[in-house]
Structures are given as structure tokens and as C-alpha cells.
């Protein structure tokens, strides 16, 4: 959990628009043995939207119980099961004007890493 606040804190110090819930997009996906459930509770309050996803094949993972976390703290949460999928829904979403912050696990951003 300190680790994602130190996170927020320095995605807010960069993109300070991010401070403004009304508009920064999160994309998160998390392995197992990770902790989603005190994550969602720092980062919902934080994005205006939320989109879970798949952090690739490497080590198991479960999108569906990790959306479930966040849609009981975010309602608008989405489930987009394909990385690239869901990082064309983020980029939708973001309309070009809202910074995307990918997090979760270091297999989420490598994902998308490889996507862009």
C-alpha cells in the first residue's frame, strides 16, 4: 500500500491535472500473491475511469475477482480482458487530453510496454 500511495503521490506531481479525479485513467492488472484489494482502495478514488485487464501469460492472474475489487469501490469500473484492448478503451477514454497511469504489476506495464 505505501508503495501505490509513493505512486499516486508521483503520477499527481507530474500530471497535476491527475489531482483532479475527473479525468486521469487508470489501467491495472495485478498477478496473483499481490494484494488488488488495498490497491483499489488507494487508486479508485484517485481516476476518473478504471479499466482491468490481463498482465499477460506469465504468471497467473485473475482480471475478473480483481474488477470485482475495484467495481465495489468504482462502479464504472470495466473489465477489457485483452491488454490491447483494454489499453485502446484507456486511450478512449483518456480522450487525448487525460493522463493514463498503467499499474498493478510490472507484468501489466510490460504488456502494455510491448503494445506501444
Known amino acids: 500500500p505505501l ?13 497535476p491535472a491527475a489531482r483532479d479525479p475527473g479525468g486521469a485513467v487508470l489501467l491495472f492488472g495485478s498477478v496473483a500473491g499481490k494484494n488488488p484489494g488495498a ?9 476518473a475511469s478504471i ?20 467495481h465495489d469501490l468504482a462502479p464504472g469500473a470495466e473489465l477489457v480482458g485483452d491488454p ?13 487530453k487525460h493522463p493514463i497511469l498503467v499499474t498493478g504489476s510490472f507484468y ?9
Open 3 to 15: 508503495a501505490v500511495q509513493r505512486l499516486v503521490e508521483s503520477f499527481q506531481a507530474v500530471f
Open 51 to 70: 479499466v482491468v485487464s490481463t498482465p499477460g501469460t506469465f504468471k497467473p492472474s485473475d482480471p475478473e475477482g480483481v474488477w470485482r475489487i475495484f
Open 84 to 96: 490491447g484492448a483494454a489499453l485502446a478503451r484507456a486511450r478512449e477514454l483518456s480522450r487525448g
Open 108 to 116: 501489466m506495464v510490460s504488456e502494455i510496454r510491448r503494445l506501444l
Open 39 to 47: 490497491m483499489a482502495e488507494i487508486l479508485a478514488p484517485c481516476f
